[in-house]
Nanobody, 122 residues
Framework: EVQLVESGGGLVQAGGSLRLSCTAS????????MGWFRQAPGKEREGVSC????????YYTDSVKGRFTISINNAKKTVYLQMNSLKPEDTAAYYC???????????????WGQGTQVTVSS
């Protein structure tokens, strides 16, 4: 069974930083995409960032470009999201996902983590 465990969320003031981590277990595929979605209360879920070992692709939604950095440790099956210059509008539940043989152009996770809350105060 594939499981994803997220960590690193919390409360931070605007302008601060957080690093999210997501570790996957229970799968052996070498080519995959991992990434992050977020959902704020009353809003639709949006894709934040993705990284693919299938083609080396990386994606960021426009609102986080220049502030967030995604990276991956393939040996540990762990993806990280370094979030700098956080804004109140970044407040949301952040969910990690993984898709076997996935590409960031059409990232559609097969498996999801339980989510971690990020709250940015003004």
């Amino acid at each position: 069974e594939v499981q994803l465990v997220e960590s690193g969320g919390g409360l931070v003031q605007a302008g601060g930083s957080l690093r999210l981590s997501c570790t996957a277990s229970g799968f052996t595929f070498d080519a995959y995409a991992m990434g992050w979605f977020r959902q704020a209360p009353g809003k639709e879920r949006e894709g934040v960032s993705c990284i693919s070992t299938s083609d080396g692709g990386i994606y960021y939604t426009d609102s986080v470009k220049g502030r967030f950095t995604i990276s991956i440790n393939n040996a540990k099956k762990t993806v990280y999201l370094q979030m700098n210059s956080l804004k109140p509008e970044d407040t949301a539940a952040y969910y990690c996902g993984v898709e076997e043989l996935g590409l960031c152009d059409d990232f559609d996770p097969d498996y999801w983590g339980q989510g971690t809350q990020v709250t940015v105060s003004s």
